[in-house]
Nanobody, 116 residues
Framework: QVQLVESGGGLVQAGGSLRLSCAAS????????MGWYRQAPGKQRELVAI???????NYADSVKGRFTISRDNAKNTVYLQMNSLKAEDTAIYYC??????????WGQGTQVTVSS
């Protein structure tokens, strides 16, 4: 089992920045890919960014050039640096991790609110 704990959400004005963190514990040595998803009110959960152990990354088109995902494998932690935030980035952000099984693991979510 893997446990994921997110931190760093909050309220920020449009154009501002936030940095999310997600620390993995438990069977975290087996983790390969980590990432971030988000879910806005009334919308489906969507991929924001993912990163592998070799630091290969993939981003949603809507965040390219504004968000940067990174990870510290020694600390089993993934980060999401969010710059130039927009009102449409408002959502609950969920950390996700995959450890070679059929399913991934999810964090509890952290709220990001961008005021316009």
């Amino acid at each position: 089992q893997v446990q994921l704990v997110e931190s760093g959400g909050g309220l920020v004005q449009a154009g501002g920045s936030l940095r999310l963190s997600c620390a993995a514990s438990g069977s975290s040595l087996s983790i390969n890919t980590m990432g971030w998803y988000r879910q806005a009110p009334g919308k489906q959960r969507e991929l924001v960014a993912i990163i592998t152990t070799s630091r290969s990354t993939n981003y949603a088109d809507s965040v390219k050039g504004r968000f940067t995902i990174s990870r510290d494998n020694a600390k089993n932690t993934v980060y999401l640096q969010m710059n130039s935030l927009k009102a449409e980035d408002t959502a609950i952000y969920y950390c996700w991790a995959w450890a070679f099984g059929p399913d991934g693991y999810w964090g509890q979510g952290t709220q990001v609110t961008v005021s316009s």
